[in-house]
């Protein structure tokens, strides 16, 4: 039997309905994250059974009958599911609904330029407690140099 367009519009928009539902689920987690930790960066082996919320249990026994590997809780991983959503967003695939709600949770777009604003606060207190000033010494240290400064604070 070959579907009929109606048939495949309404399958369209059935599956489009459970990935709202899934994205949903999936953002309440991280909101639930955020409220415990203050930020959306979410280690890769972070357990979802750390949140102190129970999630929907149809969530889970739906994850384990379409076949998908659930974690703790159900679904994608919280690490997944974050890591998914900058991908999409770069490749300009997330709605304006899903940035906006992200962004209500200050949402990391950038990982890695947040890694790097972080190592240049370290650099910047490291100045500041060797020369009493704010002013980074640009010409002086190499980029080399820079990193093993910053990698002894760590």
Not at 21 to 29: G, P
Request: proline share 5%; net charge positive.
């Amino acid at each position: 039997i070959i579907p009929t367009p109606d048939i495949q519009i309404d399958r369209k928009i059935g599956d489009d309905i459970r990935n709202l539902r899934l994205w949903k689920n999936q953002f309440n987690k991280l909101q639930l994250f955020y409220n415990q930790f203050n930020h959306t960066m979410v280690a890769r082996n972070y357990s979802d059974s750390l949140l102190s919320e129970p999630m929907d249990l149809s969530t889970v026994s739906r994850s384990i009958s379409s076949g998908s590997r659930p974690n703790d809780c159900g679904g994608p991983s919280l690490f997944n599911y974050v890591t998914h959503q900058r991908t999409k967003y770069k490749q300009g695939l997330l709605s304006q609904y899903q940035i906006d709600k992200l962004d209500t949770l200050n949402f990391c777009w950038d990982q890695h330029e947040i890694k790097w604003q972080t190592n240049f606060e370290k650099l910047r207190s490291i100045v500041l407690a060797e020369t009493n000033s704010t002013t980074l010494p640009i010409s002086p240290l190499c980029v080399k140099e820079r990193r093993e400064i910053v990698s002894k604070t760590d």
